[in-house]
């Protein structure tokens, strides 16, 4: 039997020559041809929203004004409930996450996604729910300055990752503090963040050699914490959203982009992104 007679395989439906989609491309991607001005130039992340998956976010501070939309995910008796009345933070932590978009991306849409109480500690299952209500709700990028490190979990968020990945939603994922696994963060769907010395809050490395790709500033960076103040602090977490900051103006310039296309605009716009001509003279690979 021959393949144009028989029935297709399977998953091959998509690409038969009646239902195959157009898809678009661009120029090779290097610096000579994708500069940050064609990336995001002056784009301010308008109509793009992004969910912070935390602690809860402050919206009465300064440093992150208007919060979208807000949700509360916890668990009793054991089913997942979704509280969507406003809300606060309880610790900080979300509101500096917030605070670190918004000074990048000063017109995205925010919300609040909260899954961690006082304590900075939550249960693997109700992040979990928090991210597929994002996910649901049409979300365009998620910034997740939380993992965990409990191994029952991998499959769930590797789950939880792919769906993110095929729906074209960026999974911004702050790797742990310490050595060790972490999920989602170590996933290769994701774009996964640690810390880089520096303060510029648009300067950032990719890293050839992962499972960490993306260094961001996040070592005593100034960020909004609670009773509308300011701390300084060190983290994994603070560089997770200056990525995702970026790449929120990233789509609102370029709505659509597949989350590949995003870290590949990315990666050749990295600091220590070299091209033939500059390899010799350019260390190809930066150590944070």
């Known amino acids: ?13 998509a690409f038969a020559a009646d239902s195959l989609t157009r898809i678009r491309t661009y120029p090779p991607l ?12 002056s784009s301010t992340g308008k109509g793009v929203k992004v969910a912070v998956v935390d602690s809860g976010i402050d919206a009465d501070h300064p440093g992150v004004g208007d919060v979208n939309g ?20 309880d610790y900080g932590h979300g509101t500096a996450c917030a605070g670190i978009i918004r000074s990048l991306a000063p017109e995205c849409e925010i919300y609040s996604i909260k ?3 006082a304590n900075l500690t939550g249960r693997g299952v109700v992040f979990a729910a928090g991210l597929r209500w994002a996910f649901d709700q049409g979300m365009h990028v998620c910034n997740t300055s939380l993992s965990t490190r409990r191994s029952e979990f991998f499959g769930l968020f590797h789950e939880q990752a792919d769906l993110a990945y095929f729906r074209r939603i960026p999974l ?20 996964s963040v640690a810390a ?14 992962p499972p ?26 603070f560089a997770t959203p200056h990525i995702a900051g970026l790449v929120m103006r990233i789509l609102g310039k370029h709505p659509g982009l597949t989350v590949f296309q995003v870290k590949t605009i990315l990666y050749a ?11 010799g003279t350019q260390a190809a690979v930066s150590v944070d």
Request: net charge negative; glycine share 10%; hydrophobic share 35%.
């Open 115 to 117: 899954v961690l109480g």
């Open 269 to 279: 716009l990295a600091s220590n992104a070299a091209t033939a001509e500059t390899e």
């Open 196 to 209: 880089h010395e520096g303060a510029d809050p648009e300067q950032f490395d990719a890293n050839p050699q």
């Open 30 to 41: 290097d610096p000579h041809t994708i500069s940050r001005e064609w990336a995001w130039g």
């Open 70 to 89: 807000y949700v509360a995910v916890r668990e009793e008796k054991g089913k997942i409930v979704y509280d969507l009345t406003p809300h606060t933070d």
């Open 172 to 191: 911004v994922c702050a790797a742990n503090n310490v050595p060790g696994p972490s999920y989602p963060s170590l996933y290769g769907v994701v774009l």
């Open 1 to 13: 039997m021959s393949a144009a007679s028989g029935p297709r395989l399977a998953w091959s439906d």
């Open 212 to 237: 960490v790709e993306f260094g961001a500033p996040g070592l005593n960076v100034r960020v909004p914490w609670l009773q509308g103040g300011y701390i300084s602090a060190t983290g994994n977490s």
